[in-house]
């Protein structure tokens, strides 16, 4: 700090900034020079070259990687079926050309509105391959709530059910039960960067009418990302207990997905039943899940232990967490982490 060289740096930075005041007065802070040419210069030296990297996969690219690496593993399971990796990402991309050939692509809207099926995670999945970004309608939704997020985030096609067709007359609509068999097999080209909107997530209206969060391909991957870094437990299958059209949904979906893990859905009628989902996770062998604290508790307390010996990862979000809650799981599942 006080040898001699450090403090004729000091010295020059000050003569610089100060003779950078003087030449430009009117400057924000920010903009005004600290360093002299010469010292610049040295940085730049010392600096080594920056290579210019390829742009990172997108989510639905790292999901292809592993349908291609490991195309027999276990991808789906949903109402005792199971759809492997390439089963997944081949019914994926048919429906993809499908949108694309109706002509969606790069920052289209989709609306996705569905009952928890295979075909519900296929539509996500295709929107993205496609280039879209999807909207999620979740079809328990009051009908001005629908009407309202149609209108308002500007829908180009829905993607539903047929039982579900009544609610949206007015709409261009596509029935994803159908078969898209003529429609290739190939993961499409992708014409989507990280600045694309993949997602556009509403807000509950509970302060005014919903607004509408537009979240990037770049948003997308990097949070996913950062839960592959985060979680040092290996993810095998995740337990989706969240609506789709919830953000907490994405963590589920994609995290799940872009690391091999396996995305079991449970069935409509169980979501509110914790020893029928206590059954679930035995079952299927269930590594991770997210749920409400309170509705966790409700799974520990109505099943017991015996069934959750599978569970490595328990995360709980939605509403306040109480130590109540903590010390029960830390009591009843100590090897978990929570």
Sequence with gaps: MFDASTIENMAEHLTTLLESIVSSPNAPLKQLAILSKQQQQQLLAWQPPVSKEAQPLLIHQLFEQLADANPDKPALAFAGQTLSYQQLNQRAN????????????????????????????????????????????????????LDYIIDNAGIDLLLTQTPLLAKFSTQRT?????????????????????????????????????????????????????????????????????????????AGIFWTLSQGGCLCLPQQNDLTHPAALAKL?????????????SFYTAIINDSGVALLGSLKVVIVAGEACSSTVANNHHEKLPAVKF
Aim: overall charge neutral.
């Design 94 to 145: 048919q429906l993809a050309h499908y949108l694309r050939a109706q002509g969606m692509g790069a920052e289209s809207r989709i609306g996705v509105s569905a009952i928890r099926s295979a075909e519900l995670i296929i539509a996500l999945l295709a929107v993205l391959k496609a280039g879209a970004a999807y909207i999620p309608l979740d079809p328990d939704y009051p009908q001005q709530r």
């Design 174 to 250: 596509v029935c994803i039960e159908q078969s898209f068999t003529d429609y290739s097999l190939a993961s499409p080209t992708p014409i989507t960067t990280l600045q694309n909107t993949a997602y556009i997530i509403y807000t509950s209206g509970s302060t005014g009418q919903p607004k509408g969060a537009l979240i990037s391909q770049g948003n997308l991957l990097h949070s996913t990302l950062a839960r592959h870094h985060y979680y040092q437990e290996p993810l095998s299958c995740f337990l989706l207990l969240s609506s789709f059209a919830f953000d907490s949904s994405v």
């Design 281 to 293: 996770i035995h079952q299927q062998q269930v590594s991770h899940l997210l749920a409400l604290p």
